[in-house]
């Protein structure tokens, strides 16, 4: 009968390691953690992962990152401009040019949101408003940027062009995703 005290030995050793169901080894915070996330670690900047998803053509998740960014953070001109981008990149002009002009209201040099509230203006047909808007940010770039010399170039030539004849098509514009959070409008006839 020396075998049924080895035989419970096994079982307690077998029982041991399914109670331990991580392993041997495993901490509270491991076990209750998804894999691949250390829950010590820090989250990474909403603003940051919403600049990723523009990037990746996904302008509604990447609102939501800025608005969790915005509670994090707080309101600031980066995180106004990135929602108002969002917004733009979604069609929602309405919005878009609320919270540009509010990031504006901040920092009214900064880039970013200047030439992104002269591409809602232009798309809301106010194209003498987003010629001063384009000017502004073009001096405010020192002209370094390509889409903000373009997107200048284009209003010039709309304002110019509705000013001599009113009863010509202007065609569409087509909004093209060019650099970091900046937007250039191409035009359809």
Known sequence: MHTRPASLLA??????????????????ASRNAPYGVDARGEAVDGLLVGHRLM?????????????????????????????????LALGRLGQA??????????????????????????????LGEARVVFQQ???ADSGQSDSIRE?????I???????????????????VRREKGRYVLLTQL
Do not use: H, W
């Open 151 to 155: 997107n200048l170039r284009l209003a």
């Open 11 to 28: 079982l307690a050793c077998l029982l041991a390691a399914c109670g331990n169901a991580g392993g041997l080894g495993t901490t509270a």
């Open 137 to 139: 940010a073009f001096a």
């Open 55 to 87: 990037a990746s053509g996904e302008p509604e998740l990447a609102l939501k990152a800025y608005l969790r960014a915005a509670s994090e953070r707080g309101i600031d001109v980066d995180v106004l401009s990135a929602i108002g981008s969002a917004n």
């Open 97 to 126: 040019e609320q919270m540009l002009r509010r990031a504006l209201d901040i920092d009214n040099a900064f880039v970013p949101a200047l030439n992104n509230l002269g591409v809602v203006l232009m798309e809301r047909g106010k």
């Open 157 to 175: 030539a709309k304002t110019e062009q509705q000013g001599y004849d009113d009863t010509e098509e202007t065609g569409s514009f087509s909004l």
